[in-house]
């Protein structure tokens, strides 16, 4: 692959919870209860700054599905990984989910596929309810059980589910497939559905996650990844998922410290 698109994520971004708002409260679960609404995480450090940068990779995420050809794979599924745990994929995700409250019309789905560790789940407190695992393996289940709103409008969450130690088969099975088909019909044109997996050097579901990705970041925190993992990374969905060219993957720096521009966004080659 010779030159992705790279982003900086520089800044802290912490946890603070946004309480519940107006979206969709009476949105039902199986039992006719009240859902759950997740909580979307805000940065507290360097507001604005921050701000910007999941704007700008807002911007070019959207802007892949806007000029998507037709021929390649789906642009709205999109992949958030890297090569090793803890280089941020769930505060990117987050981050980025964060970053459509001011859209009006946005929809967004956000999917915790890190069956290892289902932290977007627990960070956005939809832990132990039903989700993604349950939905795979109970033929009876609809989307609609397992998809909450949260406190951004038009951001939904499909959190992880019950635990299993089948949960990669699941994942690789057609009812993976046919769940985002059905939800692709729900987002729209310009909607997108943003998967959080683990890492792709620990985790076998993430490739079958990416066959189903038309975008991937590939997230790489600054001082952590030895340049031969993210290589061994990119290489295993290569191989496994390809292929993975600089139309499909963008690279996401993370942590990457301070500099003299809020943004750096560069192609790289
Ligand atoms: N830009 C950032 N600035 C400061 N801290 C960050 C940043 N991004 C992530 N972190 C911190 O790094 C740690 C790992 O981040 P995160 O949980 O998002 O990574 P992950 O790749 O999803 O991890 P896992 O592989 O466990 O799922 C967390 O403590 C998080 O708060
Ligand atoms: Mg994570």
Not at 121 to 149: F, K
Not at 154 to 181: C, T
Request: with cysteine; net charge positive; aromatic share 6%.
């Amino acid at each position: 692959m010779n030159s992705p698109v790279t982003f900086s994520v520089m800044t802290p971004v912490d946890s603070g919870e946004v309480s519940a708002s107006s979206l969709d409260k009476s949105l039902e679960g199986r039992d006719g209860a009240v859902k759950r609404i997740g909580s979307v995480a805000t940065p507290r450090f360097d507001e604005s700054r921050t701000r910007e940068e999941f704007r700008v990779i807002k911007g070019h995420v959207m802007s892949r599905i806007a000029n998507a050809d037709g021929h390649r794979r789906e642009p709205r599924n999109v992949l958030i990984t890297s090569a090793s745990p803890r280089e941020g994929k769930t505060t990117i995700t987050l981050g980025l989910a964060m970053s459509f409250m001011f859209d009006r019309d946005a929809r967004v789905v956000l999917i915790d596929a890190d069956m290892r560790s289902p932290d977007l789940s627990r960070r956005m407190g939809l832990e132990g309810e039903a989700g993604l695992l349950d939905y795979l393996e109970d033929d009876q289940m609809g989307w609609n059980d397992v998809v909450y709103p949260t406190s951004v409008r038009g951001v939904f969450a499909v959190p992880s589910g019950s635990p299993r130690i089948y949960a990669p088969e699941l994942i690789a099975g057609p009812r993976m497939k046919f769940l985002l088909e059905t939800l692709r019909q729900g987002i729209g044109r310009n909607g997108i559905i943003m998967m959080d997996s683990g890492s792709v050097l620990s985790c076998s579901e993430t490739i079958s996650l990416a066959t189903h990705a038309g975008q991937i970041l590939f997230v790489a925190a600054k001082g952590q990844t030895k340049r031969s993992d993210i290589d061994e990374g990119l290489g295993r969905l290569h191989r496994q998922a390809g292929p993975i060219d600089e139309s499909r993957v963008s690279m996401v720096f993370n942590k990457s410290g301070r500099s003299q521009s809020p943004v750096r966004y560069s192609r790289r080659g």
